[in-house]
């Protein structure tokens, strides 16, 4: 655990229905579903090569009444969680959840002083078994927080969890801020526009084709928000909505040789700018 600390280190989705979102998920990622339920709490693991990558639970029903919508939340291994709960509210986040004991360790949820949540783990229960590196097929491999103002919101995650600027100099005018933990870049901050209803953390989930995932996104009943876009580095994402409307992203590569083209169809409003139209993706020749 020792070198997890000051890193997100689990996963969950908060849903509002568990078999479909393991099964929409496993289309779309290939993960294989575990029932690792107790007499208090029903709960899914989503396994990729062998070894538990995220958990599915239900949405609780207080969150229900106080109108939270189905969503992905991610936790970050810390080494003393009523230190760390205390230090958020110095620093001016929030607690939403004070620290208890839970089936997968000591934990707590925050927002932070913008209102993004996230969480804090301490004694995680799964996420020492994950093997490999942020590139593996089905790990979550990017981390992406859509601030209020991004040129404000870093200094918060620095003090409480030792993250540190890609950039020794960050320059207020970029648009795009890359952060590192504990030695490994993992993620990135950037001013949401007015149409992101709220700060939020963004997930991505690495596959092995992205043009063929975007597609299973669609049949499985979720959308395809924005996307497939290309970056610099050869990677293409696509950012999602799943059945149940929890956001999440994919990130891989994009196989275009040798294929029949299909049609993906969107129509969304993602960061500001508005899109509608389609976009040709490609089924592999067998």
């Known amino acids: ?29 290939g993960w294989a579903a575990t029932d690792a339920s107790s007499p208090e709490l029903a709960y899914t693991l989503l396994n990729a090569g062998g070894a538990p990558v995220v958990g599915l639970m239900e949405l609780p029903e207080e969150g229900l009444r106080m109108g939270a919508t189905p969503r992905w939340i991610g936790y970050v291994a810390v080494d003393d969680m009523d230190a760390k709960a205390a230090q958020i509210r110095r620093l001016g986040g929030a607690i939403l959840v004070s620290p208890t004991d839970s089936n997968i360790g000591r934990i707590s949820v925050a927002a932070d002083p913008q209102g993004a949540t996230f969480a804090l783990v301490t004694g995680l229960t799964y996420g020492e078994r994950q093997p490999g590196g942020l590139d593996e097929p089905g790990r979550v491999g990017w981390h992406e927080l859509l601030a209020e103002d991004r040129t404000r919101i870093f200094p918060f995650y620095g003090e409480l969890l030792g993250w ?33 209803s709220q700060p939020c953390w963004l997930y991505y989930f690495n596959v092995d084709d992205i043009g063929a995932a ?13 996307g497939p876009i290309a970056l610099p580095d050869g990677c293409w994402i696509v950012r999602c909505a799943d059945p149940q409307g929890a956001l999440f992203a994919l990130q891989g590569p994009w196989d275009q ?30």
Do not use: C
Not at 13 to 28: E, I
């Open 1 to 29: 655990m020792v070198d997890q600390l000051g890193r997100f280190a689990w996963y969950e989705l908060l849903t509002t229905d568990m078999p479909a979102a393991a099964a929409f998920y496993g289309k779309v990622v």
């Open 164 to 196: 540190q600027r890609a950039s020794a100099e960050a320059d207020p005018a970029d648009l795009y801020e890359v952060f590192s933990a504990a030695g490994q870049t993992i993620g990135g901050m950037l001013t949401k526009l007015p149409s992101v």
């Open 214 to 226: 975007a597609e299973r996104v669609n049949a499985g009943g979720g959308r395809v928000l924005q």
């Open 257 to 286: 040789k040798g294929t029949e083209a299909s049609e993906v169809n969107w129509s969304a409003r993602w960061g500001g700018v508005s899109s509608q139209g389609r976009v040709v993706l490609h089924k592999t020749k067998r």
